[in-house]
């Protein structure tokens, strides 16, 4: 596609639901990243990928959270039993290696 | 790590210019990115600073200094359209990952 693309925009679950959220990169990117935006903070560097390597998950929170990346394309962040605080914008990038970062529109997460 | 200081909020006048300023101390550099952010959108990118001096690009300048951990996005001849977020963030030495700072908003008034 032409852009980043992110979906769903807007989930709404309940505490101690598992919710998954899609991000589908540019085309022939081969770094995918997930980062996390709450209200009035920065970004914040949740995971990386870079074509076949083992990726970074060094900014994950805590092991509710996880992300796979198929076929090198599409990636997947799944949260385990959400809690309050997982409430935020989850925002995905990719770019060529070692370029300029190209974002989605975000999935704004609201747990309730 | 990374520590990412830019100032939360700078209001400015249509036409005005407008100097957001960011610090950084980190552990390893290669390069410091200004992203853009309107509300509600994905941040999207406006400048790449990796050595010292001034990138200039349209209305929109970055500067950077290494020695002083210190860079600076100046918007010039302001519009209404360039109130948003402005998003700092340098790539660390492992020459991918991004951190970022909390954003300034930018608000320009009529």
């Known amino acids: 596609g032409a852009g980043v693309s992110q979906s769903p925009s807007n989930k709404v679950t309940e505490k101690g639901k598992d919710v998954e959220l899609r991000c589908d990169p540019i085309?022939?990117?081969?770094?995918l990243y997930w980062y996390r935006q709450s209200l009035g903070q920065g970004l914040e560097f949740l995971i990386y990928?870079?074509?076949?390597?083992?990726?970074?998950k060094s900014g994950l929170p805590s092991d509710r959270f996880s992300a796979e990346r198929t076929g090198g394309s599409v990636s997947t962040l799944t949260i385990q039993r959400t809690q309050q605080e997982d409430s935020a914008v989850y925002l995905c990038?990719?770019?060529?290696?070692?370029?300029?970062?190209?974002f989605g529109s975000g999935t704004q997460l609201s747990v309730l | 790590g990374q520590n990412i200081d830019q100032p939360t909020e700078m209001t400015a006048t249509e036409g005005a210019i407008v100097q957001i300023n960011c610090t950084y101390q980190?552990?390893?550099?290669?390069?410091l990115f200004w992203y853009q952010q309107h509300a509600g959108e994905a941040p999207t990118f406006l400048s790449y600073?990796?050595?010292?001096g001034l990138e200039e690009k349209g209305r929109f300048s970055s500067f950077l200094s290494r020695s002083k951990g210190y860079s600076y996005l100046l918007l010039k001849e302001l519009q209404m359209k360039d109130s948003a977020s402005y998003l700092c963030?340098?790539?660390?030495?492992?020459?991918?990952?991004?951190?970022f700072g909390a954003g300034t908003t930018v608000t320009v008034r009529a």
């Open positions: 990038a990719s770019s060529p290696p070692g370029e300029k970062l190209f």
């Open positions: 085309s022939g990117h081969t770094a």
């Open positions: 990928f870079q074509g076949n390597s083992a990726p970074d």
């Open positions: 980190t552990s390893g550099f290669n390069g």
């Open positions: 600073n990796v050595l010292d």
């Open positions: 963030a340098v790539r660390g030495p492992n020459d991918y990952k991004l951190s």
